[in-house]
């Protein structure tokens, strides 16, 4: 009788360990499932970056705003009669005496 419940046990055993530490067992499963997570967490960065950079590409194939803008911020460009204003660090010298201090007009040409 001892025999056949060891045999039994172990035969349990033997069908068990598939379903735990198999291939596709439980444990593999746990861990692809938090593997999945992370993936689908990078993927919505990624589509939400992708998204932005879409509505540059939009913005700068359609209007000029967007083209103007990274002309100014970029380059420092001012358009015909307009004046560029610059405040700069108090420790910083101002080169004319009417300026205060800080301060720096440019003028477009």
Do not use: C
């Given at each position: 009788?001892?025999?056949?419940?060891?045999s039994?046990?172990?035969?349990?055993?033997v069908?068990?360990?598939?379903?735990?530490?198999g291939?596709?067992?439980?444990?593999k499963v746990?861990?692809?499932?938090?593997?999945?997570?992370l993936?689908q967490?990078k993927?919505?960065?990624?589509?939400l970056?992708?998204?932005?950079?879409a509505?540059?590409?939009?913005?700068?194939?359609d209007?000029?705003?967007a083209?103007e803008?990274?002309?100014?911020?970029?380059h420092?460009?001012?358009?015909?009669?307009?004046f560029?204003?610059q405040?700069l660090?108090?420790n910083?010298?101002s080169?004319?005496?009417?300026?205060?201090d800080?301060v720096?007009?440019?003028?477009?040409?």
């Amino acid at each position: 009788m001892r025999i056949i419940v060891y045999s039994m046990l172990v035969l349990l055993l033997v069908i068990q360990y598939p379903l735990w530490l198999g291939k596709g067992g439980w444990l593999k499963v746990y861990e692809m499932e938090k593997q999945l997570a992370l993936q689908q967490a990078k993927n919505s960065a990624l589509a939400l970056r992708n998204a932005k950079l879409a509505g540059d590409v939009a913005d700068l194939k359609d209007g000029t705003r967007a083209i103007e803008e990274r002309a100014r911020v970029e380059h420092g460009m001012i358009k015909d009669g307009e004046f560029f204003i610059q405040i700069l660090p108090s420790n910083a010298t101002s080169p004319s005496q009417d300026i205060p201090d800080g301060v720096k007009v440019t003028k477009a040409k």
